[in-house]
C-alpha cells in the first residue's frame, strides 16, 4: 500500500471484511511476515536487493520491465509494457506455486471459452447427453474460433465433464481437427456437482 512519499515504508493491504482465521489461522502480522520471508528469500536467491521501501519497488519494477520511466519537460513519465513477464521469468519459483500460478493463468484463459460453450449446450441444445459434431460448427454456434472451443473442450475434459469419442474409441481432444466430426459425451451430473454459475437478469444489473 502506496502511502506518504517514495521513501514510505511498503506494507500490505488488507480488505476492510474480518480475516478469515480458515484460511490463514496464523493472523494477519504472522501472515504478512511469512509472506516477507518468502518473497525475501525469492528475490536474494535471484540476486535481487528485498524492497523496503515504494523507491526501492519501483527500481525492482523497472529492472523486471515491469515498468518504464521518462523523464520529459512536464515532469517524470511512468508506463507498463502491454506484455508482463511472467514470475517465473524472473523469480525461482517452487513447484507448487510453479503449478499453482499455471492453473490461474489456464483458468483466466479457458473460463469464458467454457461458459460460453456450456451456455450452447445447456441453453442453446437443452443439455443434450451426445453431441456429433466437429470444431467448427460448435465455433459457429458460439462465435469462437475452433482453438477456442478445442481448448474449452480440453477443460472439460480434464475436469471430467466431458468425454470425446471418434468412432467407438476415445479421442484426444488437443488433436481434434477443425473438420473432423467427434462425438461429445457430457457427464451433466458432474458438472452441475462441481461448478457453480451465475446469471445477473439483464433488469437487475
Known amino acids: 500500500m ?8 511498503l506494507t500490505f493491504s488488507w ?16 501472515w504478512e511476515t511469512s509472506r516477507w520471508e518468502t518473497f525475501g528469500a525469492q528475490l536474494t536467491a535471484a540476486g535481487f536487493p528485498v524492497p523496503r521501501t515504494v523507491r526501492d519497488l519501483s527500481e525492482l519494477y523497472l529492472t523486471w520491465g515491469l515498468a518504464g520511466r521518462e523523464e520529459t519537460p512536464e515532469g517524470t513519465l511512468w508506463s507498463m509494457p502491454a506484455v508482463l513477464p511472467l514470475p ?28 460460453t460453450l456450456i451456455d450452447h449446450l ?9 453431441v456429433l459434431t466437429p470444431l467448427d460448427r460448435l465455433a459457429a454456434a458460439t462465435g469462437q474460433d475452433a482453438d477456442d472451443v478445442r481448448l474449452a ?27 473432423q466430426r467427434f462425438r461429445l459425451v457430457m457427464d451433466w451430473e458432474h ?11 439483464g433488469d437487475d444489473v
Open 153 to 179: 473442450l480440453a477443460e472439460l475434459a480434464h475436469s471430467g465433464d466431458l468425454r470425446v469419442y471418434c468412432g467407438q474409441e476415445p479421442a484426444v481432444v488437443e488433436r481434434l481437427e477443425a473438420h
Open 88 to 115: 517465473g521469468g524472473l523469480l525461482p519459483l517452487d513447484t507448487d506455486l510453479t503449478e499453482r500460478l499455471d492453473r490461474i493463468r489456464w483458468t483466466m484463459r479457458t473460463g469464458p471459452l467454457v461458459d
Open 15 to 30: 480488505p476492510d471484511e474480518e480475516w478469515d482465521y480458515q484460511e490463514a489461522p496464523q493472523g494477519r502480522e504472522a
Open 122 to 130: 445447456a441453453d442453446g441444445l437443452g443439455e443434450p447427453q451426445e
Open 2 to 9: 502506496i502511502g506518504g512519499d517514495l521513501d514510505g515504508a
Open 191 to 201: 458438472f452441475h456437482e462441481t461448478r457453480m454459475q451465475l446469471s445477473i437478469p
